[in-house]
């Protein structure tokens, strides 16, 4: 059964840059999209981006300009980078698996069936 | 993307059922069967319940079910249990590949 464990600094000062990384483990990452998605404290959660397997990505017009997702599927891990952080961004960040048809017409799928437990972060001088 | 819109907080004394509702746009819930319902308990992940707005993952109780009609979509608990209390989500797709969630409904078994 596949697992996401995410990784990074807890702690990122405003103006720096956040890097997190997932590894993927029980399963192969190839074949799969996979997304971060963040949760601040005591709110709901958004969807931030999504990469697949061979490198295609998507990001949500809100946060593109300062979201870089990446994967190494030699490591099996997908990571996200969050550039010019501020205390907004103190958030719960999760990876997950994103199950989304190859053919960009297919209307079915779209949505996360397994989570990683999440990480938070905290961005604080 | 603006957020869907849920109901804060809905609650229910065990047996009974309640509804949680998700309502979007024309560009969201409304023009795609592609809703997804998660679960959330204190201090853990996510959890899908239903995907494609009334499918059942295998392991999920049939107790939660989900319907759509024009803008908004559903998801109903039924037989509600103390182990039901908990936040959800709605997720909806929202074009051009992308996805936009709700803001999240906390339920209390009274």
């Known amino acids: 059964q596949v697992q996401l464990q995410e990784s990074g600094p807890g702690l990122v000062k405003p103006s720096e840059t956040l890097s997190l990384t997932c590894s993927v483990s029980g399963g192969s990452i190839t074949s799969y999209y996979w997304s971060w998605i963040r949760q601040p404290p005591g709110k709901g959660l958004e969807w931030i981006a999504y990469i697949y397997y061979s490198g295609s990505t998507n990001y949500n017009s809100s946060l593109k300009s300062r979201v870089t997702i990446s994967v ?6 997908v990571s996200l980078k969050l550039s010019s952080v501020t205390a907004a961004d103190t958030a719960v960040y999760y990876c997950a698996r994103v199950l989304i ?12 069936d397994v989570w990683g437990k999440g990480t938070t972060v905290t961005v604080s001088s | 993307q603006s957020a869907l819109t849920q109901p804060a907080s809905v609650s229910g004394s065990p047996g009974q059922s309640i509804t949680i509702s998700c309502t979007g746009t024309s560009s969201d819930v409304g023009s795609y069967n592609l809703v997804s319902w998660y ?10 319940m ?3 707005v009334s499918k059942r993952p295998s392991g999920v109780s049939n107790r939660f079910s989900g319907s759509k009609s024009g803008n908004t979509a559903s998801l109903t608990i039924s037989g509600l249990q103390a182990e039901d209390e908990a936040d959800y989500y709605c997720c909806s797709y929202a074009g051009s590949r992308t996805f936009v969630f709700g803001t999240g409904t906390k339920v209390t078994v009274l």
């Open chain 2, 50 to 52: 239903i995907y494609e």
């Open chain 1, 101 to 112: 048809p190859a053919a960009p017409s297919a209307r079915y799928y779209y949505y996360m």
């Open chain 2, 39 to 48: 679960q959330q308990h204190p201090g853990k992940a996510p959890k899908l």
């Open chain 1, 72 to 77: 190494d599927t030699s490591k099996n891990q």
